[in-house]
């Protein structure tokens, strides 16, 4: 029987709230040329000697308020998700959860799989919608580690899976376990990217121009706000929402010139506009994390009712939920 492996990928989180493991995990995070596209030697100037000394002690104070007893939520959602993947798919993979940037380490991951002499890869990196800067960052990573292998086994990259059925089913269940009909509005919110990013996806047409919110685009698949917005166009359809009920934004931003509507923006004219209770789903984002529990659940949740809103709920991620269980076995499949 051959021997396959599944390994499910995330962005990364550091070991511990403290400023040494934080600054460790934002060297390998932020220096990684996928993540920030500029020229070698302005990206570890604007690195190391400004984003990394200004931003540590900040970012060590967020993941100290977001850890658990059991640790950081994204690593305990991997391992209990590995656990229960495990279980469903007994003798066929052997399942293994890592990180990007950090532990577990991906090149331990690979390190073992050489060692043990695995036939068969699948990698499923855990982001729905294709961007260079994540999934592309896991493919580039795994590829350039195993060229010098002796015996390559056989591989399957996973690049994205934002109009799957069985995810956007996981999806839909639990976004109606919240009774979004009760609210007065619902905010589809996805991570942020540099609107140079996605240009590169649109070779032949001008960002400004193209009709990537409304559809796929005739170029491809791959252009992160269209994926975006045609999760945001099935999750609605499923649910059964009526046009002007809901709408897409993008947090998380650096600067103005990323990817449009702002999330906190919106959220301040839809408290100014009236609307008192708002629901906000965030699919890009398959475990809760930094980016879902402290900036929307908490920053973006006092931003909302200082501006005249009453209440704020983010729906909870798929984590380690059963139905994602089954949805990653399909994904798989398919």
Known sequence: ???KALILVNVGTPDKPEIL??????????????VIDLPWLFRVMLVNLIIIPFRVAKSTKLYRELWTEKGSPL????????????NRLPGEYTVMGVMRYGNPSLKRCLQRIKTDGYDEISVLPLFPQYASS??????????????GWDIIPRMH????????????????????????????????????????????????TPFGDCSCGRQIP??????????????????????????GSYTTTFQSRLSKNWLTPFTDKTLVELAVSGKK????????????????????AKTNRRLFIQNGGEELILVESLNDSDSWVVAIGKIIES
């Open 1 to 3: 029987m051959k021997k």
């Open 21 to 34: 493991h934080v600054g460790k995990y934002l060297f390998q995070f932020l220096n990684d040329p996928r």
């Open 75 to 86: 690593s305990v959602y991997m391992e209990q998700l590995v656990a229960k993947l495990q």
């Open 134 to 147: 994540v999934t592309g960052s896991v493919h580039e990573y795994i590829l350039k580690h195993i060229q």
């Open 157 to 204: 990259l996973i690049d994205q899976f934002y109009d799957h059925p069985a995810f956007i089913e996981a999806f839909v269940a639990r976004i109606r376990s919240y009774q979004p009909g009760t609210f007065d509005y619902i905010l589809f919110s996805y991570h942020g990217l540099p609107v140079r990013q996605v240009q590169k996806t649109h070779p032949d």
């Open 218 to 243: 005739a170029h491809g698949h791959h252009c992160y706000r269209a994926t975006c917005y045609a999760t945001t166009r099935l999750l609605a359809k499923s649910l059964g929402l009526s046009e």
């Open 277 to 296: 209770r708002i629901l906000v789903v965030a699919p890009a984002f398959v475990a809760d994390c930094l980016e879902t529990i402290e900036e929307i």
